[in-house]
């Protein structure tokens, strides 16, 4: 089984993976490692401009999916295994599409949807890669202006991510539930 996470920026996605690993065997595969690795390749610093520029190349030359298309191979191993594979996370539709059609398992798409005023206060708190309001507006504004990822949060299972650690817990929990054999 795949499952493919998708929401905003700060939503809980990671944290949501972190939860949902709790409940089986799985693996791991975090689309955005191909834009770190591909930085570290070219010799680039490690920071945001270096990895919104090769962000940007890669799905300009490769397409929308290349970074589900260059995942590929470690998804694959994961399913392998009998493991369920966690995606982390698609925000185009043409990455679900490369996923569900190309990956033999059960794909699922799942969102992680919070409010913007939660994920500004969460995000302004988080050590690892904080960010600024007005940079998550932008952010925001161009996922779902270039990225088309309110198209992909529309055809998921969404989950609120508003409340408590414990309710996203709960909830997580009844979404495997229903899932797993």
């Known amino acids: ?44 610093e490690p920071h945001a401009e270096s990895e919104r520029a090769v962000r940007e190349e890669l799905r300009e030359r490769e397409g929308q999916d290349a970074f589900a298309r260059r995942s590929a191979h470690r998804i694959v191993e994961i399913l392998n295994r009998g493991d369920v594979a966690f995606i982390d996370a698609v925000y185009h539709p043409q990455e679900y599409a490369f996923l569900a059609a190309e990956v033999s398992a059960t794909a699922i798409l799942l969102a992680i949807e919070t409010s913007l005023e939660t994920r500004i206060a969460r995000l302004a708190e988080r050590s690892k890669r904080p960010i600024s309001g007005a940079d998550l507006q932008r952010r925001d504004r161009y996922e779902i202006d270039t990225l088309r990822t309110g198209e992909v949060i529309a055809k998921a299972t969404r989950i609120d991510n508003d409340g408590t650690l414990d309710e996203l817990r709960h909830s997580l929990r009844a979404f495997m539930r229903d899932r797993m054999p």
């Open 1 to 44: 089984m795949l499952i493919a996470l998708a929401g905003h920026a700060g939503s809980g996605k990671s944290t949501a993976i972190d939860i949902l690993r709790e409940s089986c065997r799985c693996g791991v595969v975090y689309l955005g490692d191909t834009v770190r690795l591909e930085v570290a390749r070219r010799g680039l």
